[in-house]
């Protein structure tokens, strides 16, 4: 209001001086002079003016005291509702002394970080997940007397209950100096109880296979007795830390060495600190434990990985997920040559970006459940209220999820179709990089093509000797076993001998692509490259093949 009645008393004052200008150019003038009432007026907008100033000044200050009293209040409630968890790592004493004495074991537990404070609520919901992982710990992770004399270990075992905050966090990490996890046994007790497939675990590496613990139904145990064995357990603490109270739990395990189960949790369900973003119009809280940088991208720095859209960030190559298009807005979208403001975020083992129109900044809320008619929303965990808005809090790791899966329902209607017309050929695709494996994967399936995938050299070797693929397709800098070794073990097979092999490598030098031809690749495909091009290379040497192969 200050500023239009600013505007009106400059109008007023123009007005006058027109009619001076017009005075003064001869024109009869009729009636009483306009400029004395327009110079009252000016006046009087300027009085109003002044006093609509002073009101505002007032009510900045007014806001301001008002909001550092909310903090001071909000900062008291959170100090009630915060308590050590001490408390609940205390109760597990006497569960590791009478278990490990029923199991015949020495076992010893240290608690670290008594007095770290937690939300009450947090602490409850932790008894749980805390008694199955120490009872694990005493079970599965530690030896018996006579198995730690030999390995040279003390005959008595530790388990070490830590805890400790770490920005926004609690971190609370349940260790035991035991046998440690032997990925090779997960695998064979994982097939053995059909909980994945051989293909599957071909695939994993030993980090993916730690998480088959995770798995419904899964238990190495060898019998079923009142601790063990019955396949539950570890998946209901997985789901209650990362479902239930937004925390994140990792495995760390060296054999011989011991295990150690890391939960990542928020000092609060209540109030979280967020980055504020908005994507076509809307605005949206993304939690701030999960954002790990924020970027500003051009436009024109933004590339194509066949279907992925893709920015370099400090050498490594990054995935973006626009939010606009995952969450399927409809409002106004930035134009083509407007910057991205990207926040990165670590999901799965790797670095994503999540993509918006604009960062507002950084800000303490309080969550608000969507309650029970809204609890299914997906990719939301939450809401919060904005002054004069509502914004929905983002799961990130589920709207990653969602990006990634995003063709799911194109590859099941593809699959529907008869074998004849849905398989062109049998493609083996061996990347070490999940998002790009991925996209090639999507990119080859949607063209007809029956496609397997392996994450290294070694684990593709494996799947093409245990069948015959129609055409491979490889990458240059994989563990284990590279692309230049892979191809040359291919050609040694019989099988293989005159089976086009594709390079798709970001390595463009002609020394890289005289190695590639040396080893017996058939095309040289280089990063980041149109997704048509290596459609049209695949499409091309099998059509040779087939030609070759026709009387």
Do not use: W
């Not at 903090?71 to 569960?95: A, C, E, I, N």
């Not at 199991?103 to 409850?124: A, F, H, N, Q, S």
């Not at 990925?183 to 599957?200: F, N």
């Not at 390595?507 to 690749?521: N, S, T, Y």
């Amino acid at each position: 209001m200050t500023g239009e009645l600013s505007t009106d008393r400059a109008l007023a004052r123009r007005i006058a001086t027109l009619h001076g200008r017009a005075d003064a150019s001869g024109r009869p003038g009729k009636g009483p002079d306009p400029r004395v009432g327009l110079q009252d007026l000016t006046e009087e907008l300027g009085r109003v003016e002044r006093v609509l100033s002073s009101i505002a000044g007032s009510l900045d200050a007014s806001t301001s005291n008002l909001e550092s009293v909310s903090s001071l209040l909000r900062d008291q409630v959170m100090r009630l509702r915060m308590v050590p968890v001490g408390g609940v790592l205390r109760k597990h004493q006497r569960t590791v002394r009478d278990l490990a004495q029923s199991l015949g074991k020495k076992v010893r537990i240290e608690l670290v970080g008594e007095d770290t404070e937690l939300d009450k609520l947090l602490v409850e919901a932790l008894d749980e997940p805390l008694m199955h992982l120490v009872r694990n710990a005493v079970d599965h992770g530690i030896e018996v007397p006579a198995e730690r004399a030999a390995a040279g270990k003390p005959v008595d075992a530790t388990i070490r209950l830590e805890a400790m905050h770490r920005g926004n966090q609690v971190v609370i990490r349940v260790a035991d100096d035991g046998k440690g996890i032997d990925p090779k046994r997960l695998k064979s007790k994982a097939l053995e109880k059909s909980i994945a497939s051989s293909a599957e675990l071909d695939t994993m590496d030993d980090r993916a296979a730690l998480e088959l613990v995770f798995r419904a139904g899964f238990s190495t145990a060898g019998a079923v007795t009142d601790v063990s064995g019955r396949g539950v357990g570890m998946d209901i603490v997985r789901q209650t830390i990362v479902a239930r109270l937004k925390g994140t739990i990792d495995i760390e395990s060296s054999l011989g060495r011991g295990t150690a189960f890391v939960l990542k949790l928020p000092l609060t369900l209540a109030i979280i600190q967020v980055m504020l973003a908005r994507a076509s119009g809307e605005t949206f809280a993304i939690p701030l434990d999960a954002a790990e940088r924020t970027v500003v991208i051009p436009a024109d720095e933004v590339r194509l990985v066949a279907d992925r859209e893709v920015i370099e960030v400090d050498g490594m190559t990054v995935p973006i997920v626009r939010l606009a298009h995952v969450l399927a807005l409809e409002g106004p979208e930035p134009g083509p040559d407007d910057p991205l403001h990207v926040v990165l975020t670590a999901q799965h083992g790797a670095l994503f970006g999540l993509a918006c129109d604009q960062l507002i900044g950084k800000k303490e809320i309080v969550v608000k459940s969507l309650g029970e008619v809204l609890s299914g929303v997906p990719c939301a965990v939450g809401a919060t209220i904005l002054g004069d808005r509502c914004a929905l809090i983002l799961d990130v790791p589920a709207i990653v999820q969602r990006a990634l899966s995003a063709a799911a329902p194109a590859r099941r209607a593809r699959a529907s179709l008869p074998s004849s017309a849905r398989s062109r050929g049998d493609i083996l695709l061996v990347d070490d990089s999940d998002t790009v494996r991925e996209s090639l994967r999507r990119l080859l399936v949607e063209a007809g093509f029956a496609v397997t995938t392996a994450e290294d050299g070694r684990a593709g070797l494996a799947l093409a000797a245990s069948r015959r693929f129609d055409l491979v397709s490889t990458d240059v800098m994989m563990p284990h076993m590279d692309g230049y070794e892979l191809t040359r073990a291919l050609r040694a097979l019989p099988a293989y001998r005159e089976v086009p092999i594709v390079m798709v490598t970001s390595r463009g030098e002609l020394i890289d692509r005289v190695r590639g031809f040396d080893a017996g690749v058939d095309e040289y495909i280089t990063k980041p490259h149109d997704r048509r091009l290596l459609l049209q290379a695949v499409e091309k040497l099998l059509g040779q093949k087939r030609g070759q192969e026709s009387p």
